[in-house]
């Protein structure tokens, strides 16, 4: 059984070394008929696959990075999230506490605030709700505390 698997690996190896031989012979013959030829070196297909090899490591290199800075996004989604939905609660406390007229929610905002409250889903449409709870509705809450 060893000298199979022996055998069955020296074959894969030479045919490895084989490979690497004609890619190299194939590269030789390729840069020899474009000089020969006249082309441009631009026209080169070693030079061709040379850039194809350096626009797909960089192409991975991009889908890393953009696959750490969406991880990054969400998590400073959920933590603007989390932070929201405190202070929502905290406000909430305090007009439960005070002798403050509660001004009930309106429809925007009390969507706004069941979307704070869920972090199953984080869509596009969560964004523009939470773009509707504008600086005027934060206002009048804020100002509704102060009372």
Do not use: W
């Not at 026209?43 to 090899?53: A, D, F, G, R, S």
């Amino acid at each position: 059984m060893e000298t199979t698997v022996d055998k069955l690996e020296a074959m894969f190896l030479k045919s490895e070394a084989d490979l690497e031989y004609i890619e190299k012979r194939l590269k030789l013959d390729f840069m020899n008929s474009t000089a020969e030829n006249g082309c441009p070196a631009k026209e080169n297909p070693t030079v061709m696959l040379e850039n194809l090899k350096t626009i797909k490591a960089k192409h991975s290199e991009l889908c890393s990075q953009v696959k750490a800075i969406s991880a990054a996004q969400k998590e400073s989604m959920n933590s603007v999230r989390n932070s929201l939905n405190s202070v929502m609660e905290l406000m909430q406390q305090l007009q439960k506490t005070s002798d403050v007229e509660v001004v009930p929610l309106t429809e925007s905002q009390q969507q706004c605030a069941a979307l704070l409250r869920s972090a199953a889903s984080h869509s596009t449409a969560e964004v523009g709700c939470v773009g509707a709870c504008d600086q005027k509705q934060l206002q009048m809450d804020s100002s509704a505390c102060r009372r």
